[in-house]
C-alpha cells in the first residue's frame, strides 16, 4: 500500500508516537502566538490617548523649560502631561518657552508669544556690504 512506511509494527508505532509529540509541539506554538496576536490587538485597542500637552522638565532641578504638543516628538525624556489652562499659564507667564518645531503657543492661540520664542528672522544686510535693492543683477 505505502511502500515508503517501514513494514513492521513497531517502528510505525514509533513514528506515530514521534509525529503526535510534533503535532503536540506545533499545536502550543499556534496556540501561543493567536494569545500573542490577541493581546497585542487588545493593547493597539485599548493604548490610552496620548495627552493633550506635555511640558517637558529639567533634568537637575526638575523645573518647567518647555511646552510641547502631547504628539510632539522632539519632548525629552523628563516630561509630565499637563492641561490646555497650564499650558497657557506657563507660556502666558513667561516661565517657559514653546517649543519651535509644534508650536504649542499658535495651537494655543497665544498670539503675542511668538516674537518672543521663535528665534528672528536675519537680514539680508551683512557688516560692510550695503543693502541690497532692485533686482538680483545687484545683489552680488
Not at 506545533?26 to 490587538?41: G, M, T, V, W
Not at 495627552?51 to 518647555?66: A, H, K, M, N, R
Request: charged share 30%; glycine share 6%; hydrophobic share 30%.
Amino acid at each position: 500500500m505505502f511502500d515508503d512506511l517501514p513494514p513492521d509494527l513497531a517502528r510505525l508505532d514509533a513514528l506515530r508516537v514521534w509525529h503526535a509529540l510534533w503535532l503536540e509541539r506545533i499545536d502550543r506554538k499556534i496556540a501561543y502566538l493567536r494569545q500573542r496576536e490577541a493581546e497585542e490587538e487588545h493593547g493597539r485597542r485599548n493604548r490610552p490617548r496620548p495627552p493633550d500637552w506635555i511640558v517637558e522638565l529639567s533634568t537637575g532641578t526638575g523645573e518647567p523649560i518647555q511646552v510641547h504638543d502631547g504628539e510632539c516628538s522632539m519632548t525629552g525624556t523628563r516630561q509630565r502631561a499637563i492641561d490646555r489652562d497650564e499650558a497657557r499659564r506657563l507660556l502666558t507667564t513667561g516661565q517657559v518657552q514653546a517649543c519651535p518645531f509644534c508650536h504649542p503657543d499658535t495651537q494655543l492661540h497665544i498670539i503675542d508669544l511668538a516674537d518672543r520664542t521663535r528665534p528672528p528672522r536675519r537680514s539680508l544686510e551683512r557688516p560692510g556690504r550695503p543693502a541690497p535693492t532692485g533686482t538680483a543683477a545687484t545683489l552680488t
